[in-house]
């Protein structure tokens, strides 16, 4: 058995997340407040004041203290990774699980990371929507005949019958209406406060870079599949700008999923909260050739969670 660690997004968060793993593990429980954070993680993960936790500057924090101490607890309990991705922030916490940093870095980098693209999509009308059944071609085709209302591009190749488009919301707007026209089967917009892995996180990724020149970068112990490359890199050097990019440049998930396949991987474990990156990879194994029997695909988000997954290891 080859396993991965999978790492989701922004975008699953939820009030109450981690509070029973908190409760239950100390190993989750040191790691969730290893950040050197201006705020209680605790109280943002499990009280939510003011839905602070939907703010991009809070939430990237507090989802990458949830991954940490989540994949403390499946290391203490002996299930180690032979490989790691995320999905966008959850990039991070593949880093961090190889060793190329510790949890508290991680978190205090997207921590970093979170308040830099806040301020890049300040006074910044954006919009963000899903696209469902349409093909890149056709997608970016409806982009460029958006253009004339502002800027719109692809942000996120998620997986087979689905693209994220991102920039300003009136071309946002304009692009998933011509997605209609031209067989979209739902176009579904989402809830976001900016223009993320577009053009206009391009602040942000100056100011990241600046940043990681502070930070000392391990070699990782095992293979990190990139955003950026839909790949692996040997090269540790090269992570602080893939980083740099990943942030102002689209998320090839599919492509790494593919990769992730193709390279032998067949336990998939997705460290949550939610069940996106699952459901991805299942679109994934329709789409190719590899039985989907073959590949075992678990979510990790509740201590029962936990327990299930240590049961079905342990059988």
């Known amino acids: 058995m080859k396993i991965a660690f999978l790492y989701a997004?922004?975008?699953?968060?939820?009030?109450?997340?981690?509070?029973?793993?908190?409760?239950?593990?100390?190993?989750?429980?040191?790691?969730?407040?290893?950040g050197h954070l201006d705020f209680d993680p605790k109280e943002i993960c499990f009280e939510n004041p003011d839905n602070k936790l939907s703010q991009t500057e809070y939430t990237q924090p507090a989802m990458v203290a949830f991954a940490c101490g989540v994949t403390e607890v499946?290391?203490?309990?002996?299930i180690q990774p032979q490989g790691t991705c995320g999905l966008s922030l959850g990039e991070y916490s593949a880093l961090a699980s190889a060793g190329v940093f510790d949890a508290a870095t991680a978190i205090d980098l997207v921590a970093y990371r979170g308040q830099a693209m806040a301020l890049a999509s300040k006074d910044i009308e954006c919009g963000m929507s899903a696209v469902l059944g349409l093909d890149e071609e056709s997608l970016l085709a409806c982009c460029d005949k958006a253009s004339s209302k502002g800027y719109v591009t692809i942000c996120n190749y998620n997986?087979?019958?689905q693209l994220v488009i991102s920039g300003e919301k009136?071309?946002?707007?304009?692009?998933?209406a011509l997605a209609k026209e031209a067989g979209a089967k739902r176009v579904l917009p989402l809830a976001v406060s900016g223009?993320?892995?577009?053009?206009?996180m391009e602040p942000a990724g100056k100011a990241l870079e600046s940043k990681f020149a502070t930070i000392p970068f391990k070699n990782p112990s095992v293979p990190v599949y990139y955003n950026v490359l839909g790949d692996t890199?040997?090269?540790?050097?090269?992570?602080?700008?893939?980083l740099v990019q990943q942030v102002q440049s689209p998320v090839r998930m599919e492509k790494d999923l593919r990769k992730m396949l193709?390279?032998?991987?067949?336990?998939?474990?997705?460290?949550?909260?939610?069940k996106a990156l699952s459901g991805f990879l299942k679109k994934v194994?329709?789409?190719s050739d590899i039985p989907a029997d073959r590949i075992q695909i678990h979510t990790v988000e509740t201590k029962d969670d936990v327990e299930a997954l240590f049961a079905a290891f342990a059988a």
């Open 9 to 34: 997004g922004q975008g699953a968060q939820h009030t109450g997340m981690g509070a029973d793993l908190y409760e239950t593990y100390p190993e989750f429980k040191e790691a969730f407040e290893a």
């Open 74 to 78: 499946l290391k203490k309990h002996g």
């Open 159 to 161: 997986c087979p019958g």
């Open 170 to 176: 009136p071309a946002v707007e304009e692009a998933s």
């Open 195 to 200: 223009p993320f892995h577009t053009k206009f």
């Open 233 to 242: 890199q040997p090269s540790t050097d090269a992570i602080p700008d893939l």
């Open 262 to 274: 193709a390279d032998g991987y067949d336990c998939f474990i997705e460290i949550g909260p939610g």
């Open 285 to 287: 194994l329709k789409d």
